[in-house]
C-alpha cells in the first residue's frame, strides 16, 4: 500500500507538468508512474471524450498505435522460445511471394527493421491516403508496392510498419489462430490484461474507448480518429494505463514463456557488417529515444496515430517506469517523460 503523503508528494511533483491539460473544457493525457514495482501513482488530466463529458482516467482504453509493437515482438519471442519458428527463418517459408528478396529477409530482419522493406505508413501519410490503410491485406499491399526497398536485407535499420504487419501475418500461419486470438491466450490473458485490445473489426464496440482530438489554429479541438483504419500488428491496440503497468511489471517478474522470454525481447539486432542495432523486440534502446537517463540504461517506445499518442519508459535500475497515454497530440511526450523522471528521481546529469 502506497502511504498517502508518499502520494501526495508524487501530485505535488508531477501535476503541475500536466496542468495546461488538467481542464473540463480539453482532451489530455492518462499517466501512470511506478516505483518499486508498484503503481503508486495514476491520474487522468482532461477529457476522454468531449462529447459526452467522460474525463480521462487510468482504466479508459487509448490507441496505443506503435507502442503495441512490444505485444507483437513478444508473441514472437514466445513462437521461438517453443521451437515453432526461428529467428533465421526466411518469411518466404510462411508468406510466399514477397518482394523485395523475400526468400532473404527473415523474421530477425522484421523485429529489428533490417529487413529494407519500406514503411507504406510514411507513404501514405506523405500522399494523405491514411484512410485507405482500412486492413491489413490493404496495408501490406500498399506497403510492398515499392519498386525498390530501402535497402537490402541486413544492410541497414529503418522504422518499418509493414515488417510489423507482416509479423502478424507470420503469427497467423504458425499458430493457426487470428492475431489478437493468440496475442490474448499467450500474453494478455496470463499477465490479466483484461481491458486490452486489438481493434481489427471497425465494428467491434470497446469498453471506455477515448476519442482522439488535434488543436485548430482557433483554438478548437476536433476528432482525429481513424475508425476505419484496422490494420494490425504494428499498432491499432487499444489499452489502459492500469494494463500497461501489469505488461510494463512483467519485465521484472518474467511470468510469460519458459524463462528465455526477457533474454529473447531484449536481443538487439546486428547488421550483416556486426554493427548493433539500438532496437531489440519492440522496445528502443536508443534510436528514437535517449539510450540513458543520468548514465542510467533506459527502455522505451511509443506510438501515435491520428490524435492518439502513447509513450512507455522503463528504467530497471531504479524499478521505476512512466506510463503516459494521451488523446490528444500538442504537446510531445518524451521530454515530459524526461522531466517526470527528473521530477521524482533527480536531475539528468
Known amino acids: 500500500m502506497v502511504k498517502?503523503?508518499?502520494?501526495?508528494?508524487?501530485?505535488?511533483?508531477?501535476?503541475?507538468?500536466?496542468?495546461?491539460?488538467?481542464?473540463?473544457?480539453?482532451?489530455?493525457?492518462?499517466?501512470?508512474?511506478?516505483?518499486?514495482?508498484?503503481?503508486?501513482?495514476?491520474?487522468?488530466?482532461?477529457?476522454?471524450?468531449?462529447?459526452?463529458?467522460?474525463?480521462?482516467?487510468?482504466?479508459?482504453?487509448?490507441?496505443?498505435?506503435?507502442?503495441?509493437?512490444?505485444?507483437?515482438?513478444?508473441?514472437?519471442?514466445?513462437?521461438?522460445?517453443?521451437?515453432?519458428?526461428?529467428?533465421?527463418?526466411p518469411i518466404s517459408r510462411f508468406i510466399p511471394g514477397v518482394p523485395f528478396h523475400g526468400n532473404q529477409i527473415t523474421?530477425?530482419?522484421?523485429?529489428?527493421?533490417?529487413?529494407?522493406?519500406?514503411?507504406?505508413?510514411?507513404r501514405a501519410e506523405a500522399e494523405g491516403l491514411e484512410e485507405e490503410m482500412s486492413d491489413r491485406d490493404a496495408s501490406l499491399r500498399y506497403g510492398l508496392s515499392y519498386k525498390t526497398p530501402d535497402f537490402e536485407p541486413g544492410q541497414g535499420c529503418r522504422y518499418s510498419n509493414t515488417g510489423y504487419v507482416l509479423l502478424a501475418a507470420v503469427i497467423e500461419k504458425v499458430t493457426g489462430m487470428r492475431f489478437s486470438a493468440f496475442l490474448t491466450q499467450a500474453v494478455l490473458a496470463p499477465l490479466g490484461m483484461c481491458d486490452t485490445t486489438v481493434y481489427e473489426d471497425r465494428q467491434m464496440v470497446i469498453p471506455r474507448r477515448a476519442s482522439a482530438y488535434v488543436k485548430k489554429p482557433d483554438g478548437r479541438f476536433v476528432l482525429k480518429v481513424f475508425w476505419s483504419y484496422t490494420t494490425y500488428g504494428d499498432g491499432n491496440v487499444y489499452s489502459t494505463v492500469e494494463d500497461l503497468y501489469r505488461w510494463s511489471h512483467n519485465f521484472d517478474e518474467n511470468r510469460l514463456g519458459n524463462g528465455r522470454f526477457l533474454e529473447i525481447m531484449h536481443t538487439r539486432g546486428r547488421l550483416q557488417d556486426g554493427t548493433l542495432c539500438k532496437y531489440a523486440f519492440g522496445l528502443d534502446m536508443g534510436q528514437f529515444c535517449p539510450d540513458n537517463w543520468r548514465g542510467e540504461s533506459i527502455f522505451a517506445h511509443g506510438g501515435s496515430n491520428g490524435g492518439f499518442e502513447s509513450l512507455i519508459l522503463r528504467i530497471p535500475s531504479r524499478h521505476f517506469a512512466v506510463i503516459q497515454l494521451c488523446n490528444t497530440r500538442d504537446r510531445g511526450l518524451k521530454p515530459m517523460t524526461f522531466d517526470i523522471a527528473d521530477a521524482l528521481l533527480g536531475h539528468r546529469a
Open 4 to 89: 498517502k503523503n508518499i502520494r501526495s508528494d508524487i501530485a505535488s511533483k508531477v501535476d503541475p507538468l500536466f496542468a495546461e491539460y488538467d481542464r473540463p473544457d480539453r482532451p489530455g493525457c492518462a499517466v501512470g508512474i511506478v516505483m518499486e514495482g508498484q503503481l503508486v501513482y495514476r491520474r487522468g488530466y482532461g477529457l476522454a471524450s468531449l462529447e459526452h463529458g467522460i474525463p480521462n482516467g487510468t482504466r479508459i482504453a487509448y490507441d496505443i498505435a506503435s507502442e503495441s509493437k512490444q505485444m507483437t515482438a513478444a508473441c514472437i519471442a514466445l513462437l521461438v522460445e517453443k521451437g515453432l519458428l526461428r529467428l533465421t527463418d
Open 107 to 122: 523474421i530477425d530482419h522484421l523485429v529489428h527493421h533490417t529487413s529494407g522493406i519500406p514503411d507504406y505508413w510514411d
